[in-house]
């Protein structure tokens, strides 16, 4: 890759990431619908591995997961009852959402705008659903007393519209990295990842 292009690459990620994580926390009672604020920062990942590869998803992952960890990182109650912040979490998670992205799909399709969504709504739904299992158990563990969702609230009032919400965010980050995204033409030049495609119609949405 040559100087000016990397350059462009770098200062464009950097855009798109300080963006992405100053509207999530400073603007989020905005991007909020069906009773769910969307994820900006995890659709940006997911769609930057998929379009992008392993590498750029694994990279902005861990940034994005750092900026997660500095502005809204997980909280415990230590052994001594007060509260802890937990660093790294974000991090962790993110560089697997971003590597995760990066992988699926990728030895039957090609990067199609359509199978980004879909990617999203996966992801997502993987997310919110391990989400709720490690809060089940840390409140198990902790010997509260609190019960937790019914599934039907899970399902419905959580997942669903969680996934419909980023869906909707998705769209306009989906354009914004394809077309104007950190590579020229939308792809990465001189990528040793290679991808094929069976002939069969359905995989050609």
Not at 28 to 49: I, K, Q, W
Not at 110 to 129: D, E, H, M, N, W
């Amino acid at each position: 890759m040559r100087k000016h292009e990397r350059a462009r690459q770098i200062i464009i990620y950097a855009l798109y990431i300080t963006s992405v994580c100053c509207l999530q926390v400073t603007f989020s009672h905005v991007f909020r619908l069906f009773g769910r604020t969307c994820d900006l920062m995890l659709v940006f990942v997911v769609l930057a591995g998929y379009l992008f590869g392993t590498k750029d998803g694994v990279v902005v992952g861990g940034i994005v997961g750092m900026f997660r960890d500095y502005f809204s990182g997980p909280v415990i109650t230590g052994l001594d009852q007060k509260p802890v912040a937990v660093l790294g979490i974000g991090l962790l998670v993110f560089i697997y959402v971003g590597l995760l992205s990066s992988v699926l799909f990728r030895k039957r399709f090609r990067r199609k705008l359509s199978l980004g969504l879909l990617q999203v709504a996966i992801v997502t739904l993987f997310y919110c659903v391990l989400g709720h299992i490690v809060s089940w158990l840390y409140l198990s563990m902790s010997g509260n007393s609190v019960s937790y969702h019914s599934l039907n609230y899970i399902a419905f009032r959580s997942v669903l519209p969680q996934i419909l919400v980023n869906l909707l965010a998705a769209v306009p980050i989906l354009f914004l990295l394809r077309f104007l995204g950190p590579y020229k033409k939308g792809t990465r030049s001189g990528s040793s990842e290679t991808y094929v495609m069976e002939e069969q119609s359905w995989q050609s949405v």
